[in-house]
């Protein structure tokens, strides 16, 4: 079946624009996740929606990130006038179960270059 | 609070010897833990998990990882690296408690190059 999309795959803007990167997850998989990947630096968690709960926004480095999911399922993260720290990779995944036993499935990403 | 420690963030073998890549781990109740592989240019994909069956666990193309309490390590290993496995390799730890974050702690990963 289909897997984790995100798009776009690159996505080159100017610093103190705004950018919204989506993911499309796993149809029926409830929980869903943002990742940031820096270069040189493993997997920094930034935000989890599960189901109909209020999202754990607990990783967001800052009041410019924002994301929503919805309807349960598309979700969107949005980063407003961007910086250049925030060049990386954001990586988006989906669980099928609420329960941390159960493996995330991973989008190819989205590399994100602020000049 | 959940973390995770990769010991080297590169490991250089020879095609055919052993693969160790070293994880350890701190929660505040037995964790779920997970491998994590991304080949270049790919997206992340599950190696193993282990969630408290077996301690020794078998995962894809040829990877096992054992759980050990008592170090607080889930260490990977492959007998005999191949080309093929050169690839990073993240360690991830998940609180199996009903309250906490759900999501994923991952470790800074380890880049494994397999030298001909």
């Known amino acids: 079946g289909a897997g984790v999309s995100q798009s776009p795959s690159n996505k080159v803007t100017e610093k103190g624009k705004d950018v919204e990167l989506r993911c499309d997850p796993i149809?029926?998989?409830?929980?869903l996740y943002w990742y940031r990947q820096s270069l040189g630096q493993g997997l920094e968690f930034l935000i989890y929606?599960?189901?109909?709960?209020?999202?754990?926004k607990s990783g967001l480095p800052s009041d410019r990130f924002s994301a929503e999911r919805t309807g349960g399922s598309v979700s969107t993260l949005t980063i407003q006038r961007t910086q250049q720290e925030d060049s990386a990779v954001y990586l988006c995944?989906?669980?099928?179960?609420?329960?941390?036993?159960?493996?995330?499935?991973f989008g190819n990403g989205t590399r994100l270059t602020v000049t | 609070a959940q973390s995770v420690t990769q010991l080297g963030s590169h490991v250089s073998v020879s095609e055919g010897a052993l693969v160790l890549l070293r994880c350890n781990y701190s929660?505040?109740?037995?964790?779920?833990l997970f491998w994590y592989v991304q080949y270049p240019n790919q997206g992340l994909q599950l190696l193993l998990k282990?969630?408290?069956?077996?301690?020794l666990v078998k995962g894809i193309n040829g990877f096992e990882a054992e759980f050990k309490k008592s170090e607080t390590s889930f260490h990977l290993t492959k007998p005999s690296a191949h080309m093929s496995d050169a690839a990073e390799y993240f360690c991830?730890?998940?609180?199996?408690?009903?309250?906490?974050?759900?999501?994923?702690?991952f470790g800074s990963g380890t880049r494994l190059q397999v030298q001909p």
């Open positions: 991830a730890v998940s609180d199996r408690g009903d309250t906490g974050r759900r999501a994923l702690t």
């Open positions: 282990y969630t408290s069956a077996a301690t």
């Open positions: 929606f599960q189901g109909n709960s209020a999202p754990d």
């Open positions: 995944a989906s669980s099928l179960g609420a329960g941390g036993h159960s493996p995330l499935h």
């Open positions: 149809s029926g998989h409830t929980a």
């Open positions: 929660s505040s109740v037995p964790p779920y």
